[in-house]
């Protein structure tokens, strides 16, 4: 996975955020074919006008099973999976929506990852191994009350790569999960903190990926947190039951 040129990349959520920084650094660094997926590929009309060619738009709603099939059959030569799209809500577990808020974090944040990467792993398979690469947040290690179903829908990605590295390490599958802090992005809009830049996270995300790393930690914040976490993981716990919703 440390040759980009060598690499057919499939990217979900490419039209936005993290997505879109990571289908940008792949191109930058000289990625071989990109399948840019969103929901409406209208949004990702520039990224393919920029390099003919090299990127192929992809219809997919990652909580559509038929999208999803004729995803991994379209792009059969895929050697890396991004699970990148992601959705998150500021709902507490006492938010008048909390239960059908979870239930759509749930969908899109883990049950989507789960079923895009069974759909991909046998044409990972095929093509020698590859790697499948998740956004998590660092939320998944210690729950943020503010974000309290988003960051329970992130724990529950953290579990299921770990399930998938197990799983897929017979046919030489690497799995690598990212763990970022609050970044520059429309999803963070409302989180007030200091944001790292999206494509500063592609650098990191992708420099994790070459070394092969199983936990990626892009950021600063992410980075001191996890520190927290691998010291006195109560101590953590202390510090993100800090960020509670506005009463």
Do not use: C, W
């Not at 239930?103 to 191994?129: I, K, Q």
């Not at 592609?202 to 976490?229: C, N, R, Y």
């Amino acid at each position: 996975m440390t040759a980009l040129s060598n690499t057919t990349a499939f990217v979900t959520g490419s039209n936005r955020g993290i997505g879109r920084a990571l289908a940008q650094e792949l191109l930058t660094q000289g990625v071989a074919k990109l399948y840019a997926a969103a929901r409406d590929t209208s949004s990702l009309s520039d990224l393919v006008a920029a390099h003919p060619g090299r990127v192929i738009a992809v219809k997919l709603d990652v909580t559509n099973s038929k999208d999803i099939a004729q995803a991994a059959a379209l792009a059969a030569d895929v050697n890396l999976l991004i699970n990148n799209a992601g959705v998150a809500g500021f709902t507490s577990t006492m938010s008048q929506d909390a239960t059908e808020q979870a239930r759509f974090e749930m969908d899109v944040n883990y049950f989507a990852p789960l079923a895009v990467t069974r759909a991909f792993a046998p044409v990972l398979g095929a093509n020698g191994g590859g790697g499948v690469v998740t956004i998590s947040s660092i939320a998944a290690l210690s729950n943020f009350p503010v974000l309290a179903t988003y960051s329970a829908s992130k724990a529950a990605i953290h579990s299921l790569m770990q399930a998938f590295r197990a799983e897929l390490a017979g046919q030489g599958t690497y799995v690598g999960t990212v763990y970022p802090g609050p970044v520059d992005t429309d999803l963070a809009a409302k989180f007030v903190s200091d944001k790292a830049s999206a494509s500063a996270v592609a650098q990191a995300i992708l420099e994790g990926v070459a070394a092969k790393q199983h936990e990626i930690f892009p950021d600063a914040m992410s980075q001191t947190l996890v520190a927290v976490h691998n010291k006195d993981r109560h101590e953590l716990d202390a510090m993100t039951a800090t960020y509670l919703p506005a009463a």
